[in-house]
């Protein structure tokens, strides 16, 4: 029997993240749009804190037209209202609070985890069963690692191991960088709804930057010779 080589990893695809939401109104409309124009395989919820049931109503609210349009709905936070208000799982803060949420998350929803600030957190959040690692998000007082660092813990976990990993990009380039480091998801929030363009023109061209870099770093070219928008640097 001949040794295959590994299939290639698939395209990276986008997890979508919200404004903070207090009227869902506007989202419940916009959002099946924007799933159907770029590849996103996930949206995560970001809540105004407020009373449990107020928070509950929104989930409720936005489950159903994301689910339809072919996303899973994660909430940010808050694991104990993902069950009541029908969404697919919760986005935890860090290793404490996954540890806590996945009795109540696992085996019939999604646990994904970011706040890890070192590689040894990060294994042990693989270990401990979260669904995905999510590097570069910013911290409580909006710090966060350089781009350069982000992909290089993407290029690692993504090397070595199997829970997939997600890169926190805040820009088209990095969103780009990210996917080329090996990404299998890129989270993008705040610039895409920034967007003077609307944030459907963001997504379609931020879809179509991270799978250039996905086809250019399989082709075995340096996806850092060529920029998001197509051109070739000399």
Avoid at 106 to 129: C, F, N, Q, W
Avoid at 147 to 167: H, K, T, Y
Avoid at 213 to 225: F, V, Y
Wanted: with cysteine; hydrophobic share 45%.
């Amino acid at each position: 029997m001949s040794n295959k080589p590994p299939p290639p990893r698939p395209a990276p695809r986008l997890y979508l993240a919200t404004p903070v939401v207090d009227d869902p109104a506007t989202l419940v409309a916009e959002l099946p749009g924007l799933i159907a124009s770029a590849d996103i395989a996930a949206v995560l919820l970001r809540l105004k804190e407020t009373d449990q049931r107020g928070m509950i109503s929104r989930v409720k609210a936005l489950a159903p037209p994301v689910q339809k349009a072919g996303a899973a709905l994660l909430v940010d936070g808050h694991p104990d209202i993902v069950a009541r208000g029908g969404a697919d799982g919760a986005h935890l803060p860090g290793i404490a609070a996954l540890k806590e949420a996945l009795p109540s998350l696992k085996p019939d929803r999604i646990a994904g985890v970011g706040g890890l600030t070192t590689r040894h957190h990060s294994m042990d959040a693989g270990e401990m069963g979260a669904d995905y690692v999510l590097f570069g998000e910013p911290d409580a007082k909006g710090q966060r690692p350089s781009s350069q660092a982000i992909a290089e813990r993407l290029d690692w976990w993504a090397e070595l191991f199997e829970p997939p990993c997600v890169g926190f990009a805040t820009t088209l380039d990095e969103a780009y960088d990210f996917a080329a480091s090996g990404a299998d998801f890129v989270l993008v929030g705040d610039f895409i709804w920034a967007d003077p363009r609307g944030p459907k023109a963001a997504l379609i061209e931020v879809d179509a930057a991270i799978k250039k870099a996905h086809a250019t770093a399989l082709a075995g070219q340096d996806p850092a010779s060529q920029d998001p928008a197509g051109q070739e640097h000399g």
